[in-house]
């Protein structure tokens, strides 16, 4: 691609007004300050350029920025109007003030214009680049006719214009996307060109091609970090060779990095997450190599999917237990120490420069960091880590360092760290968090004439399960094998290796750190000692291994890879969502006995369980990887005799799937909480959502559905269907004041209402969501038992002693199960909704600003959710989402009840529902935008609700969350809205339809899939729709025949 405009900002930019906006700032505010105050006031500290124009004032509007600046100082006046006169007290009569007195400034001085800006708009110009000026400034248009630079620039988006159009301003993209509107172009055609951090902000939200920072009288690290792909301190540095080589490649290998510059303590442990890296097997989080544990800032974690550990904790009084996903040893651990001096740290030796990056394509971490420590020694450490994609069990980090001004000596301690815990997640750290206890600590080379290897082996006190990692650290001055000194230190859950480097200023010197990881789990290693022993034998070098590595990924990304052209924010947080569902589980894991943790393998939170978010991320794996949907169903087939158990535990028939699971398949959920405003141990609800019943039903019918595994379903799903059609239908009972079943005491997806106002026990009665997909279930389970040859049903009658008339019983349920539904077709989320009281939204938004967690809100108030029509996220609707309208119309039908047209039976639950929720979970987004896409004039809303799922996670937008695990739920459905909201994809037994609806600035979408054995190469773009059939050596093109309903594709 090519870029075709440029957009530049204009104080510090083109013109160098911003030392003149200054006085004029200064004058103007000092002067307000003086009046407030008077002379020596407390809060008479003068209006200063770091303190005060920097934060508050730059890159922002002229009202705004007073505005920001007097709440700084605690100063609230009226806004007023911008017709007030200089004489008032109000914001705009301020603003008006500085405006007079800028003007002035500049007619006495001149506009000083930089050379080297002037000179470069005018070769792009030659190039037949489009030119334009976005500036918060009112003053831009005079102060560019001032200079004689009207002709040059002539797109000039203002301050006077921002007014009249009611635009936001900086950090908002609106004057810069408008800007490039009024060239004919997108932001991703564009170049945009600024000196505020504001400034560089907003181009990185607007999606602009290339954000250009010029640091003159800013930091150059803090612009990179808040936006800037590019920074120079002057645009002399810059060449038209650099911005066409950006267009030309580095924007595509921008595509494929999550990158951070400088180090943000607060933000470390979010960056942590963000960078993980992970097999399926094991995850390890992006941890800087050189610190253990430290506070809320760093927080290296090592997670081996399904190895948990109980504990218990006595708290006010109560024994509590919990089963928590082991933070396995930290494998990671090599600190650095120049001479005598302090351990090389982020936080406390003189960081220089920092930078930290994920790159997806390659499954590869990458760190940079250059310290002076005390005595002005200038060290640059550089690692790179990866968990072996070709070899599960294996991990490796090396470690370059670069001494730049000196000569002598370093020492580097590389460990095997077991003395770690539990302590990623705030909430849970009152409880017991120690899992680990020492077993050996060995230096396998002891006796000399092999490679030297250590190998640490701890184990879960609970669980018993033994955790063995052995090390191979080699040593390199370029090519040159080095045998640096080593000393072997030993204590019990810690092994660590001591290695002295003599080192040459500006020579690189390399350590390579290779780690074999086994556990004696079930099913990982029955000898995971001499496991880990063996694996790191003849070990090869570490690009060797990451060679091997990056050839899986490369395999990985072939198969699942989406392409999106035009938008450089979806495309780089699409492939994030991809990459981390495959750390978490790939082809490879299909070994491991566990389920698809709903926060990866990357954190705490949940500690580590399963929920019902399969659900959303079983439609990845299906189109991409079905056999890791088949490992996660026959997870929860191996757990089937646990569903028996905890279903006859509490009166039922069939098979009850626990809302929390983990290794065993028994409950995980707390029984109590305790509340701390109160004193008292609340019962923890949660058990009631036994809708898990239904995602797992649902899952394993799609799984069918889209992978045509006939054996599968033979030989264990039609199991699982059955016990937990046997559950629903022993739960539902017949009523005979309406002849209807009801289904009672559940709690459905939405987590506001657990209970009736006032209630003493928990549990509401005919949630619509459960009670319509449960006849869904029903109506399936009889179907797919049709389907079967009589040999499996004599088979599966005898084992299950399952009786056929169990059938009709289901089908009579179908027909009479009770959904409360009105008149106007809208459904209540359960029976007695329509008795709840209103929430007054506005006055709650205005009052707290996020009520996403409006529960919390709530119960601070003294209050509870459920007396309210406020709802966490979608129920009702959740069925719109795994039913089209069309289904669950039909379903209602099959169950005696007349709904409306299926568009207007969504339209009207929608306009009712929507309006009532507050999107507390990331789930949220993804059903909301799915079922969007049905409602014509709720387009936009689909949009806005996929750029939600998408910064979810990137940008933490929940506030803390995903610094202790990732949302696999929200990544993988992202992707869902990407093929069925945008592509319009549709899948049958025989064929797909596309009916594509690409956002305005996409050009191109382009993805593949696999459907019933077909793997399928889509592209799209605005004119056209292809679709190939990929064989092993070539690829066919499919005929698509195009109507009213979209693309049609045959496949048999």
């Not at 301190?233 to 580095?250: P, S």
């Not at 082991?326 to 920092?354: A, F, H």
């Not at 009786?803 to 409360?820: F, M, N, Q, S």
Request: proline residues 4%.
């Amino acid at each position: 691609m090519m870029c075709k405009g440029a957009i530049f900002d204009l104080d510090g930019v083109i013109t160098a007004t911003a030392r003149v906006h200054f006085r004029a700032w200064k004058e103007t505010l000092d002067e307000v300050l003086l009046r407030r105050h008077g002379p020596g006031g407390r809060q008479q500290r003068e209006f200063s350029y770091e303190q005060d124009y920097i934060p508050y004032v730059d890159g922002k509007p002229r009202y705004q920025g007073v505005k920001s600046f007097l709440q700084s100082r605690d100063i609230n006046i009226p806004w007023g109007d911008p017709s007030d006169s200089s004489s008032a007290e109000t914001i705009c009569a301020i603003g008006n003030r500085k405006r007079v007195r800028f003007r002035q400034l500049v007619q006495e001085e001149g506009v000083s214009l930089f050379d080297s800006t002037i000179t470069l708009a005018q070769t792009l110009a030659g190039r037949g680049i489009k030119l334009g000026v976005a500036s918060s400034s009112s003053d831009c248009g005079w102060i560019l006719t001032q200079a004689e630079l009207d002709q040059l620039f002539p797109i000039v988006v203002d301050g006077q214009i921002s007014s009249q159009l009611g635009l936001r301003g900086k950090p908002e993209p609106d004057i810069f996307i408008l800007a490039a509107e009024k060239m004919g172009l997108s932001p991703h055609d564009c170049l945009l060109v600024e000196d505020a951090y504001a400034g560089v902000e907003a181009g990185r939200s607007g999606n602009f091609g290339l954000v250009l920072g010029v640091a003159r009288n800013v930091e150059m690290g803090e612009l990179r970090s808040r936006g800037a792909d590019m920074v120079v301190e002057d645009l002399a540095q810059f060449t038209v060779e650099e911005l066409e080589e950006w267009f030309d490649h580095g924007i595509v290998q921008d595509a494929w990095r999550l990158s951070y510059h400088g180090f943000e303590p607060t933000g470390e442990r979010l960056r942590e997450a963000l960078t993980t890296v992970g097999n399926g097997y094991f995850g390890t989080r992006g941890a800087f190599a050189g610190e253990a544990i430290n506070g809320d800032i760093h927080y290296p974690g090592t997670y081996i999917a399904g190895l948990f550990n109980q504990l218990e904790t006595e708290v006010h009084g109560k024994t509590v237990r919990n089963n928590d996903f082991v933070n396995c040893p930290n494998w990671l651990s090599i600190q650095v120490r120049v001479e005598n001096g302090e351990v090389l740290k982020p936080l406390t030796s003189g960081l220089q420069d920092y930078r930290h990056y994920l790159d997806m394509r390659r499954g590869l971490c990458v760190r940079e960091a250059t310290f002076c420590d005390t005595a002005g020694r200038l060290t640059t450490i550089r690692t790179r880590c990866f968990a072996s994609m070709e070899r599960v069990h294996l991990g490796a980090i090396e470690l370059t360092l670069i001494p730049r001004n000196y000569t002598g000596t370093v020492t580097l301690r590389s460990s095997l760290d077991g003395t770690v815990y539990n302590y990623g997640v705030e909430r849970y750290r009152q409880l017991n968090s120690k899992h680990l206890e020492p077993v050996t600590e060995q230096d396998l080379a002891v006796d000399g004439g092999e490679e030297p290897q250590v190998q640490l082996q701890v184990r879960t006190n609970s669980s018993k399960i033994d955790i063995c990692m052995s090390a191979v650290s080699r040593f390199y001055c370029a090519d040159d094998r080095l045998q640096p000194p080593r000393q072997v230190q030993q204590e019990p859950g810690l092994i660590s290796e001591l290695f002295t480097l003599q080192v040459e200023q500006g020579r690189e010197y390399r350590l390579e750190k290779s780690v074999s990881i086994f556990s004696s789990a079930h099913w990982d290693s029955s000898q995971p000692a001499r496991d880990a022993e063996v694996e790191l034998e003849d070990i090869a070098p570490f690009e060797a291994l990451l060679a091997q590595h990056e050839k899986v990924w490369s395999e990985y990304w072939n198969l699942a890879d989406v392409v999106v052209e035009g938008d450089r924010f979806a495309q780089k947080a699409l492939r994030l969502h991809i990459y981390h569902l495959l750390t978490t589980a790939n082809p490879a894991s299909t070994f491991v006995d566990n389920g698809l943790p709903a926060r990866g393998l990357h954190g705490e939170a949940y500690r580590g369980h399963i929920f019902w978010d399969e659900l959303f991320i079983a439609p990845f794996y299906n189109l991409h990887f079905p056999e890791v949907t088949r490992n996660h169903l026959l997870y929860r087939y191996r757990r089937l005799d646990a569903a028996r158990q905890i279903a006859r535990e509490d009166g039922f028939a069939g098979a009850l799937y626990p809302w929390q699971s983990a290794d065993s398949g028994f409950r995980e959920s707390q029984q109590l909480h305790y509340n701390p405003k109160s004193g008292q141990w609340d019962p923890d609800l949660s058990y009631l959502q036994r809708h898990i019943n239904i995602a797992i039903a649902y899952n394993i019918w799609e799984y069918f559905f889209t992978s045509g595994d006939t054996a599968f379903i033979e030989e264990h799903g039609i199991e699982m269907l059955l016990e937990i059609a046997r559950f629903w239908s022993s739960i539902a009972k017949l009523d005979e004041s309406d002849d209807r079943y009801h289904i009672r005491k559940v709690v459905g997806p939405d987590e506001f209402h657990e209970k009736y106002p006032d209630a003493e026990e928990g549990g509401l009665d005919d949630n619509a969501y459960t009670n319509i997909m449960t006849a869904w279930l029903l109506h399936k389970t009889v179907e797919t038992w049709d389907y079967l040859p009589g040999s499996v049903k004599q088979r599966v009658q005898r084992e299950l002693d399952f009786d056929e008339a169990e059938l009709e019983r289901w089908r009579d349920i179908v027909k009479r199960l009770y959904v409360p539904i009105q008149q106007d077709g809208t459904i209540d989320q359960f029976a007695g909704w329509s008795n709840l009281k209103e929430l007054d939204w506005n006055a709650y938004r205005r009052k707290y600003g996020n009520i996403r967690r409006l529960d919390r809100i709530l119960k601070a108030e003294g209050t509870t959710p459920d007396a309210y029509k406020a709802i966490k996220q979608a129920d009702m609707l959740q069925c719109f989402y795994m039913l089209a309208p069309a289904q669950v119309s039909n379903i209602l039908q099959k169950m005696g009840y007349s709904a409306p047209d299926s568009t207007e039976l969504l339209r009207v639950n929608y306009d009712h529902y929507v309006p009532r929720t507050s999107h507390g979970s990331t789930l949220s987004y993804v059903v909301h935008s799915s079922i969007s896409n049905y409602l014509a004039s709720h387009h936009q809303a689909k949009w806005n609700w996929f750029r939600d799922a998408l910064a979810s996670d990137i940008y933490d937008t929940q506030g803390g969350t995903t610094l202790e695990g990732i949302h696999c739920g929200v990544m993988a459905g992202s992707l869902e809205i990407l093929l069925k909201g945008f592509a319009g994809i549709n899948l049958f037994k025989d064929r797909i339809v596309l009916h594509p609806q690409l956002p305005e600035d996409w050009r191109r979408l382009a993805f593949k899939i696999l459907h019933r054995g077909n793997r399928l190469a889509i592209d799209i773009t605005p004119q056209k729709v292809c679709v190939w059939r990929m064989g092993d050596a070539d690829a066919q093109e499919l005929p698509c025949s195009e109507t009213d309903d979209g693309f049609t594709v045959e496949l048999e």
